[in-house]
């Protein structure tokens, strides 16, 4: 019986952190969505997305931008071009730890 209830509990704490990966992955996409810089077509806001990948030990938060070519330049800048960093997915993870932070302690505590 105390096996069992041990057993539970681990499914129930992977089971929360897997919601709150969750959650943080969609608040990113939303943010980094939002600060975006948009040009004529807002192809890159629109190809901003996040994906939340799960295992027995972690879950995974990744935010990025799919099959857009100039996204890093936007990103990183460049030099070579003048073209102004505009880190839009950095801004959007420094700007919110406090929030990720409150999400993972509201997330994570027993009930």
Known sequence: MKNFKFQQAIKDIRSKREKVAND????????????????ET????????????????SSVVEVGTNNVEYAEVVHEGSVVRNITAQPY?????????????????KGMTPK
Do not use: C, Y
């Open 24 to 39: 943080i992955g969609m608040l990113m996409e939303r943010e980094s969505k939002f600060r975006a810089p948009v040009g």
């Open 42 to 57: 807002g192809h890159l806001r629109r190809s901003t997305g996040s994906e939340v990948k799960h295992n027995e030990e």
């Open 89 to 105: 997915i950095r801004d959007a993870i420094e700007q919110n730890q406090s929030n990720i932070q409150s999400m993972v302690a």
